[in-house]
């Protein structure tokens, strides 16, 4: 009988690539097909985030359940993959020694060879280094059945913000070459692919070289993906303040294929937190760049990530972080409580705020972005946005489900299956907006009376 695999997946979008990339590369040429049952299978892996402490932990909670599952299996394969076990390495089996197989993520193309060599050894096998980018080399090409899909454009992050334990765990910016994005991309788009995603932890730190060997940027990569037929819309997670440059800015001129919805996380809205989180640029700067992208983009949506109770934020540093979301209007935006990560220099300073002050913040702060979204949400009750339909809705068969160019689910009523078609573009009229999504049906021409 054909072997099955069970992959969890934590973290950020590019572990989400990760994992659908190693599903492709064990179906492909691993003998393995894939199980959304973790009881069914003979493989586990766990694709791991250690962003925030909490995330850590639930590994080992999670592979503590797991181990019970070899009673009724002897021969099940247990693998933790992704930042975790990158951080961790060999201490991973020390910890919890019934784990097989440990890999990072830049070398996730070598888990069959890892899993043959468990094999012929019986010992656990271990491989956290950062091989550059051969990795997307020894992946056989995406499978997608969606209209939107994921490519990541550059992997590890070099910005080295005080707090953060990424650029441990992924290792240095490098970036994929142009022509294997644009090979990948336009792979998709004979699947059907219509919206694409690209990925990295700061894509606008991208360089490459074009076909006839001059420099690329991230602004000439996003106008050569929107010139490969069936491309129509372009989405990108995540980019930096720093590294904005006047060329991007530009891009939202030029090419109408890239969505007037930007994930562009500030962090904070003090300076003087800023600099201790080592951001590079002040909430003034932060404020410029949106204001220069809104006079271009009138109806730009700004998503962001916020850190709340980093060491020696004051109630003035919350306040300035406060005003400065009023002053931007933020859209759906992360909010996180500060966690000290081992390793990372901000783990040294002194945490001076009381828990409950801190989580009185974070409430406030996400209060106050909802209320921000909620606003977004209400005023497109009425309006015709292009929806991308991606099936049926999960909640209610009966409708359809799509998403706007701002990425809001929105859930489709139809009187008549053929006015909305999977995988297609379709005008939808809102009639409704919560918190998460919106309703609406189908805008049809009304003819003068
Ligand atoms: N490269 C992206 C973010 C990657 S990590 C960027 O620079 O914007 C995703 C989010 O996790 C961050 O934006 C940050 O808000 C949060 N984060 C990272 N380290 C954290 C920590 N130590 N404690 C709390 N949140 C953290
Ligand atoms: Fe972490 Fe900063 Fe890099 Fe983002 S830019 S991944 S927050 S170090
Ligand atoms: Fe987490 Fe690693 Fe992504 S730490 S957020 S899975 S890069």
């Keep these: 009988m054909q072997k099955k695999v069970f992959i969890r997946t934590f973290g950020c979008q590019m572990n989400e690539y990760d994992s659908a990339r190693t599903l492709d590369l064990l179906e492909a040429g691993g003998g393995y097909a894939r199980t959304d049952i973790m009881e069914e299978a003979d493989l586990v892996l766990l694709n791991t985030c250690s962003v925030r402490e909490k995330a850590q932990e639930k590994v080992f909670s999670d592979l503590g359940r797991i181990r019970k599952l070899r009673g009724a299996k002897p021969d099940l394969l247990i ?70 899909a994921s490519v990541t454009i550059m992997e590890g992050c070099g910005k080295f913000c005080s707090y953060c334990i990424v650029p441990y765990t992924r290792g240095r910016e490098v970036s994929r070459p142009l022509a294997d994005v644009l090979t990948e991309i336009a792979g998709l788009t004979e699947q059907g692919v219509k919206e694409i995603l690209l990925l990295g932890q700061n894509v606008n730190a991208w360089r490459g070289v074009t076909a006839s060997g001059e420099k690329a940027d991230f602004a000439l990569l996003v106008e050569q993906v929107a010139a490969i037929p069936g491309i129509e819309r372009i989405r990108y997670v995540t980019s930096h303040p720093r590294e904005f440059t006047h060329r991007l800015l530009k891009a939202y ?25 080592k951001r590079g640029y002040t909430a003034m700067e932060y404020k410029s760049l949106i204001r220069r992208l809104r006079a271009v983009r009138p109806d730009l949506l700004v998503s962001s990530d916020f850190i709340v109770g980093f060491p020696g934020e004051t109630d003035e ?55 921000q979204t909620r606003r977004h949400n209400e005023a497109m009750v009425g309006s015709v946005e ?64």
Excluded: W
């Design 253 to 277: 001129e030029r090419v109408p294929e890239l969505v007037s919805h930007l994930y562009l996380p500030a962090q904070h809205g003090s300076d003087r937190i800023l600099a201790a989180m």
């Design 79 to 148: 693998g933790v993959s992704g930042c975790v076990a990158s951080q961790e390495g060999e201490d991973i089996i020390s910890r919890a020694p019934y784990v097989n197989l440990v890999f990072g993520p830049q070398t996730l193309h070598r888990l069959p060879a890892m899993i043959e060599a468990f094999h012929r050894t019986g010992e656990a096998q271990i491989d956290t280094r950062f091989p550059e980018i051969e990795k997307f080399d020894h992946l056989p090409p995406a499978k997608v059945d969606a209209p939107t």
């Design 386 to 449: 292009r929806v991308l339909v991606e099936g049926r809705s999960q909640k209610n068969p009966a409708q359809f489900q799509g998403r706007t160019a701002g990425n809001r689910v929105v859930h489709i009523t139809v009187p008549d299956d053929s006015l909305v078609t999977a995988g297609k573009f379709a005008d939808i009229r809102i009639t409704k907006a919560t918190r998460y999504a919106l309703a609406g049906e189908p805008a049809t021409v009304r003819l003068p009376a």
């Design 317 to 371: 540093d919350f306040e300035a972080m406060m005003r400065f979301i009023d002053e931007t209007d933020f859209d759906n935006s992360f909010s996180f409580l500060y966690s000290p990560r081992p390793g990372t220099p901000a783990a040294s300073l002194p945490m001076d705020i009381p828990l409950e002050v801190r989580k009185e913040r974070l409430q406030r702060l996400q209060a106050k972005i909802d209320e």
